[in-house]
């Protein structure tokens, strides 16, 4: 018969050397080989348990409890080292992995839209919401659309403030010169024109963006440049919703409260006409060298529009009004990015166009 | 226009600040660009009284004056001048002063004599622009007084801008007579000067036959003139006015311009031969005008001639021979109203332009023509001497822009302006010289001669506006309109999301840079009046402007660029013209710099092709681009025509070494243009089931000739995998080693999918022996060993 107590302390010799083992193992390769060597078909435990056999019936029992309580101690062992192991490898690897997060990231280099685009966008925008309809025109224009129809006679003083590129052997059918528009202005008479000849009838409220030239180039005039022309006509229309117009779309595009000042001016497409100020931008009306101490910056020319214009597309102006604007969009840019220089925009450095053009 | 505040104060009795004035006339639509204090120069000129007068020792030309200016001790100074003595009161800048012509005064010795001081001429005050010698004082001027006070000579002048409607507001009266209107002050009469008519003296004999264009002409001979400089107040006049003194008698019929708006000329009498004859010119006369011009008339110029020769181009300038210089004695004065179109077009033509064309032009009063001629006379004979003939008058005042009248409603102005208009604006309204009459909502209106701006309504809409102020006009927003949004065109918007960024370049360009990459064919269209060569023809294409611009970065240490811009081009036409919207890339340079991740990569055509792809696919568009070697300005081998569906749409390529070299470019440029108005609508997403089954894909690398279009090897292999493939393309390109001379190594990845089932290799075998087949027949290419 063997005796029990040498099993017993054989199982407890296993168990203190394999605990020995587990600890002195490094890798989770060599832990699995112990667990084959202590726990598996042919291991250490399975042999004690051989033995099992040759022991009285009443010690059986006794000895399948030790070797349980063995086996379960061997596990929690082995189970714990693993994680010891799994962790001190993860440790490794995350060290091994460290990277310099300070380099600088692998950017995709952005675009940019032009200052001018991002202006023309935020201001058409605006009028969009307030239900205006985008419209555009021809910038080759013939002289009854760039004058006439807008209450221009040839003759008249004003034509000549407008400084017109004319075009070599261009003429319209009846012979009229051809020139390069010198406002957006036209749009309002093609706009209307189009609107009635399509069967509309007022109200008709349209924002036109484009570009104008004007045989002008020095320092703060460019032969080139962009306006919007803006323009409702209904009944009943007054200049208080001019006014009203100007100061929501002033105060959206400057993202501020601005106010604003009208000044009687004269413009042969309106009657009255005004010019249109803002508060200063820059020193909030307290006057600085940008307002020229006034505390006012001149920002565009507006009125109610002229009934000979009305007349000259066929709407009663005695039934209906309305109000035009046409704006600057360099200048309103350049008050509203504190660009100091027009030409900036048509010199079109890519150091100027990254820093304010509308990264994408 | 310059206006000083003492000239306006005569016709109305101003109280406020001249800044307070310059708000008044902002507020009722006269531009104030300044409020400039010209005479602030002369601060520290102090009235002196001379005590003594000795030569100087050393100098014959010299004097020491001892000069009393109010203080304890007399000032010793030494004095250039001739024409001052014991007891005349003469201007002294003191120690410390600043002249009008920059000069400042200091303590010094002349000649070895001490001279604390300087005293004055009228040209060293800027009162004048020469002077002979010391600007003596009246002997009532307080001695140490400032003298710029006691000349008035401290005062304001407003630099105006009349828009051209105001013709009335181009002189002294006019503002005055807004700004006492608006003030509820008296605008003071006019002095209408008493002229001593002398009957013997014959009145000039005058013809008017173009009476549609001189519907009023005066003239009048004034014999006996001596002709000398005009007094320094009214020098100091037309200088702080920016006028220049020419000599007095001009002097005086400027500064009743000045004051009043009418323009008048005077002839030297005895340079005139026989009568004077206002009327239209044939076409073919000389005219040799007192700007130094010699012109050739054109028919229809309103002239006034005399026997022999063309004496004035009408209301613009005289000519050089009749004018009136320091010798005349006779004169004959003019004074007339023509037609401001006539004026207007005559002067454009010539491109001529006087104070007295830009008052014709918007318009004088009829009824200042005679007022003015009277004034003038006046101040003529009182200064220069000479007695005046009766005046010889063609044409009625009277007719001329009268008995015109509005009529509207009150109602119909408040709906225009927003407001209420109260029945006291009327009295504003009479002040301008409106006659007004109510009924109930209606008014009637007589507009005063002088507006030849007032005929409708609206007119009187500003008129009331403008006097109460638009900052009375409340902000009201309008009842706002729901239209159906507009699709916005984003063609810009989707061009910057590749990096590249946007450039707004001038639509002209020179007819060099338009000859780069269009022919000469005859459809440029050109500007009749250019600002330089560089800015001559409309172009034709977009490359030009972007190659200026990437020169332009490229000078400023940039290594590369990706521009794009999008705008119009213009070309005539058989049946006129027309203005096409394109989009235009261009690329140079490094498309990749140098990084701690990545090598450095110079932009090759690929770059912009992937650019211009990326471009048409957000769009919901495919290009086919086929290889086009005669692209005028492109490198043959690298530019293709862009084809959407059947359109040709675009062009892509390298641009020519020449160019490139001419423009100092070293690196290759890429340039591409889609023509946005020939774009067809794009496919719009269409959703399909995702696959269910995974999909096989497979590798076969070949062995081409080295021209095989990639383009059609992957057609061929579409066309040979059979329904299953769902994508192939090319994934490896290699030649040089390990593959023969005149070959390349191209490497197809092919996808098979179906939707119903898994698939075997049986299929994926299948496939790949139908593609190696079809390589060999259609390419005699066969897979790399």
């Known amino acids: 018969m063997a005796d029990i107590d040498a099993m017993i302390e054989q199982l407890d010799v296993i168990l203190k050397a394999a605990v020995d083992a587990f600890a002195a193992a490094g890798d989770r390769e060599a832990l699995q080989q112990l667990r084959v060597r202590y726990l598996g078909k042919k291991g250490a435990l399975t042999e004690v348990l051989k033995g099992v056999g040759k022991l009285s019936p009443e010690d059986r029992p006794v000895i399948g409890q030790h070797v349980n309580r063995t086996k379960a101690a061997l596990a929690e062992s082995l189970e714990q080292r693993e994680i010891e192991l799994a962790e001190k490898a993860k440790t490794a690897r995350i060290e091994a992995e460290k990277a310099d997060i300070t380099l600088p990231g692998r950017k995709k280099t952005g675009g940019a839209l032009h200052p001018v685009q991002l202006g023309l966008d935020e201001i058409t925008a605006v009028f969009a919401q307030m239900g205006f309809v985008v419209a555009e025109g021809p910038e080759i224009e013939d002289e009854f659309h760039n004058f006439d129809a807008l209450n221009i006679p040839p003759e008249h003083p004003a034509r000549a403030m407008h400084d017109t590129f004319f075009l070599k052997d261009l003429q319209t059918n009846d012979e009229q010169p051809m020139l390069l528009r010198t406002h957006t202005s036209p749009v309002q008479i093609r706009a209307m024109k189009r609107f009635l000849a399509e069967g509309g009838e007022p109200p008709l409220a349209v924002v036109a963006p484009g570009r104008v030239y004007r045989c002008d180039y020095d320092v703060t005039h460019s032969p080139m440049f962009h306006q919007v022309e803006v323009f409702k006509v209904d009944r009943k229309v007054s200049m208080a919703h001019l006014k009203g117009v100007l100061k929501h779309f002033l105060s959206t595009y400057f993202e501020k409260d601005v106010a604003i000042r009208l000044r009687p001016h004269y413009f042969p497409f309106t009657e009255p006409s005004a010019e249109v100020d803002i508060g200063c931008v820059f020193c909030a009306g307290k006057g600085c060298r940008i307002c020229k101490g006034s505390g006012w910056i001149e920002v565009l020319g507006s009125g109610m529009i002229h009934p000979n214009v009305l007349k000259s597309v066929g709407i009663d102006a005695q039934e209906f009004s309305g109000f035009a604007f046409g704006l600057g969009v360099e200048r309103l840019v350049m008050l509203k990015q504190g660009i100091p220089d027009l030409r900036l925009f048509f010199e079109n450095d890519v150091r100027f166009l990254r820093r304010m053009g509308a990264s994408r | 226009m310059k206006i000083p505040f003492s000239c306006l104060k005569k016709h109305v009795a101003l109280a406020e600040t001249p800044t307070e004035i310059a708000n008044h006339l902002v507020r009722l639509g006269h531009e104030v660009e300044a409020v400039e204090l010209p005479r602030a120069a002369v601060k520290g000129v102090r009235v002196g009284l001379i005590e003594s007068k000795i030569p100087h020792p050393d100098a014959d030309k010299l004097s020491l004056l ?261 010798g005349t004695i006779n004169i004959i004065l003019e004074s007339a109203f023509f037609r401001q179109a006539r004026v207007s077009e005559t002067r454009r033509i010539y491109a001529m332009v006087s104070e007295a064309s830009m008052r014709f032009e918007r318009g004088v009063d009829p009824l200042m023509v005679e007022i003015a001629m009277q004034r003038a006379t006046a101040m003529i004979t009182n200064l220069f001497g000479g007695s005046a003939g009766a005046i010889t008058v063609c044409g009625e005042p009277g007719n001329i822009n009268s008995g015109r009248q509005v009529r509207c409603s009150v109602s119909h102005l408040e709906s225009r302006l927003g407001i209420d208009i109260p029945e006291a604006m009327d009295d504003v309204l009479a002040r301008m010289g409106f006659g007004i009459s109510r009924k109930g909502d209606d008014l009637q209106i007589d507009v005063p001669s002088f507006r030849h701006d007032v005929s409708i309504p609206e007119d009187i809409s500003e008129e009331y506006a403008r006097v109460i102020g638009f900052d009375a006009i409340p902000e009201l927003l309008p009842p706002l309109a729901t239209t159906a949004p507009v699709q916005k065109d984003t063609a810009i918007h989707d061009a910057v999301t590749g990096g590249f960024l946007q450039v707004v370049s001038y639509a002209f360009i020179s007819t060099s840079e338009q000859r780069l990459f269009v022919a000469g064919d005859g459809a440029d269209i050109e500007l009749a009046n250019p600002i330089s060569d560089a800015m001559r023809v409309m172009r034709r294409s977009v490359w030009p402007g972007l190659l200026n611009t990437a020169k332009h970065n490229l000078n400023r240490q940039q290594a590369g660029v990706a521009l794009v811009e999008q705008g119009r081009v213009y070309q005539k036409t058989e049946a006129g013209h027309e203005e096409n919207n394109v989009i235009a890339w261009l690329m140079t340079g490094e498309a990749q710099t140098d990084e701690w991740f990545a090598a450095v990569r110079q932009a090759d055509f690929f770059d912009l092709k992937g650019a211009v792809e990326a471009w048409l696919a957000l769009r919901g568009l495919t290009g086919r681009f086929i290889a086009d070697d005669a692209i005028q300005g492109l490198q043959a081998g690298q530019s293709a025509k862009i084809l959407i569906g059947r359109v040709e749409a675009g062009r892509i390529g390298r641009v020519d070494g020449d160019i490139a070299a001419a423009l100092d470019m070293d690196a290759p440029v890429f340039v591409a243009e889609i023509d946005l108005d020939a774009l067809p609508e794009g496919k719009k997403a269409k959703f399909a089931p995702l696959p269910e089954f995974p999909g096989v894909e497979r590798d076969l690398v070949f062995l081409f000739d080295k021209d095989t279009s990639s383009d059609a090897i992957l057609n061929a292999v579409k066309s040979a995998a059979g329904k299953l493939l769902t994508d192939a393309r090319v994934f490896d390109l290699y030649a040089g080693k390990g593959v023969p001379e005149g070959k390349i190594s191209l490497g197809i990845r092919f996808t098979l999918q179906d939707a119903k089932r898994t698939l075997t290799q049986e299929d994926s075998d299948t496939a790949s022996n139908a593609i190696i087949g079809a390589m060999e027949k259609r390419f005699a290419a066969g897979l790399r060993g």
Not at chain 2, 182 to 188: K, N, P, T, Y
């Open chain 2, 66 to 326: 001892t000069v009393n200016i109010g203080e304890n001790e007399p000032l010793a100074i030494v004095c250039g001048a001739m024409n001052m003595g014991e007891g005349d009161k003469v201007p002294v800048a003191t120690i410390g002063t600043s002249l009008p012509n920059g000069m400042k005064i200091k303590k010094g010795k002349i000649r070895g004599e001490v001279s604390c001081g300087m005293c004055c001429s009228e040209a060293e005050l800027g009162l004048a622009e020469d002077a002979a010698g010391l600007l003596i004082l009246p002997a009532d001027a307080p001695v140490g007084a400032e003298v710029g006070e006691f000349l008035e000579l401290e005062e304001a002048v407003f630099d105006l801008s009349i828009t051209p409607n105001r013709g009335d507001c181009m002189n002294v009266r006019g503002l005055a007579r807004d700004l006492a209107a608006d003030a509820g002050l008296a605008l003071a009469d006019i002095d209408l000067a008493e002229v001593t008519v002398d009957a013997t003296l014959a009145a000039p004999k005058v013809t008017v036959s173009a009476e549609q264009d001189c519907p009023l002409y005066m003239a009048r001979s004034i014999a006996g003139v001596t002709v000398s400089d005009s007094p320094a107040w009214m020098q100091a006049g037309l200088i702080m006015a920016g006028m220049r003194p020419v000599n007095g008698i001009v002097d005086v019929l400027n500064f009743i311009m000045l004051d009043l708006g009418q323009p008048m000329h005077a002839f030297d009498a005895d340079k005139l031969s026989g009568d004077i004859s206002i009327r239209s010119a044939l076409g073919g006369e000389n005219f040799a005008a007192l700007d130094g011009r010699e012109l050739t008339l054109n028919a229809g110029d309103l002239l006034v001639f005399d026997d022999s020769s063309v004496i004035a181009l009408a209301g613009i300038m005289g000519s050089q021979p009749s004018g009136v210089s320091d």
